[in-house]
């Protein structure tokens, strides 16, 4: 595993780490007595993708993060993690998103959603987060029960390590009313919100969708997922949120970015030909972009030139809105030296540690030898 020199220039914020808990049972402990005994008896469902829908590689994880020591699911074991992943390229903070709780985008059950995601946000927050400083976490969430989803936020605002929201997305748009009880909690806890894909997109009647309708194989839905995220981009913008929430972050987790260069001036283009159709806004749709939304630089796109890609990344603004994230554990992860080899220097601080420090404030460096 190669580490290259920019690794000891800049300090590393990988915001896209996904822990695993080996057996889902080790979360029951966390629940009173009644859910536990309700999940024992009928089993928990982790899983987002509908794998009856078409056929799925169920092992999307690199066979490196499995625990030669311990075994189980890649990703299981954090002495592991902080020895093949944080410590060889120094990365000074890892956000964990934990997957399995994005299983409960399927589920009807309100309040076992409920249940699931706070006993897994105690699960991760007291045996990762309390391991190592430089672990940080984003507390899960879902719009099931948005006034449940508030209540959590709030019940770990303040905790060390604790430095955004895992908004899960279901049916709603970013930009509906029904998410204001979460948003308000977001910006009353100083927390920006993270969003990311779950794997439900495009598989069931609840999940977003993707334009046309449901895609007729795991590989036609994997390239057509960055149209979930413009989507949702947009509908915050026009519908207001921004608005009513000025302080409001969003931290985008793998959508793309590369989008944003069409996007951004068509959605500017319409709004000064008939502002009246997003009557709720009060400045161009990029300057809101520009205010509120960060993107995660993976999956990164993969150009047939190097002269392509550095012109990509050279779009306006964009300096100021990449955030590093590796996927880790994931079979397609990009490590901090691969990202690094490709984006120019000039932004290499901005995307390794200074536009997360912006976003997430001083907390994300709560272990690090570096001081902003």
Request: with cysteine; hydrophobic share 40%; net charge negative.
């Amino acid at each position: 595993m190669s580490v290259s020199i920019e690794m000891d220039r800049y300090p590393i914020v990988d915001c896209d780490v996904h822990p695993m808990v080996d057996d889902v049972s080790k979360v029951l402990p966390y629940m009173s007595g009644e859910w536990r005994r309700f999940f024992e008896v009928r089993g928990i469902r982790t899983h987002a993708r509908a794998r009856d829908r078409y056929a799925h590689p169920n092992l999307t994880y690199r066979a490196d993060s499995i625990s030669p020591a311990k075994g189980g699911p890649p990703g299981c074991d954090i002495e592991h993690t902080m020895t093949s992943h944080i410590a060889p390229f120094n990365i000074q903070s890892a956000l964990l998103l934990p997957q399995q709780p994005y299983g409960i985008t399927s589920w009807g059950d309100a309040e076992a959603a409920h249940a699931f995601y706070a006993a897994s946000n105690d699960y991760f927050f007291n045996s990762w987060v309390a391991f190592d400083e430089r672990i940080a976490m984003a507390v899960t969430v879902s719009p099931h029960d948005p006034k449940a989803a508030a209540a959590e936020i709030r019940r770990f605002a303040g905790q060390p390590g604790v430095v955004a929201v895992a908004l899960l997305l279901m049916d709603q748009m970013m930009g509906s009313y029904t998410l204001d009880p979460i948003y308000e909690a977001a910006v009353e806890c100083d927390l920006p919100v993270a969003v990311h894909q779950s794997g439900s997109e495009g598989c069931y009647y609840a999940s977003q969708t993707v334009a046309g309708g449901v895609p007729r194989s795991y590989g036609e839905r994997h390239v057509v997922l960055t149209q979930v995220g413009a989507a949702n981009v947009v509908d915050a913008i026009v519908n207001g949120t921004l608005e009513k929430f000025p302080e409001l972050k969003f931290v985008m987790i793998e959508w793309g970015f590369s989008w944003l260069s069409s996007l951004l001036p068509r959605m500017d283009h319409f709004w000064l030909k008939d502002p009246e159709a997003a009557s709720k806004i009060k400045k161009l749709p990029s300057e809101y972009v520009a205010q509120a939304f960060t993107f995660s630089t993976q999956p990164l796109d993969e150009t047939d030139t190097s002269g392509e890609l550095t012109a990509l990344l050279e779009s306006p603004g964009l300096q100021e809105t990449l955030l590093f994230s590796s996927d880790y554990p994931h079979y397609d992860a990009d490590s901090p030296d691969f990202i690094l080899r490709r984006i120019p220097e000039r932004m290499r601080a901005a995307v390794c540690f200074e536009n997360a420090l912006r976003v997430f404030g001083p907390k994300i460096f709560r272990g690090s030898t570096f001081r902003p």
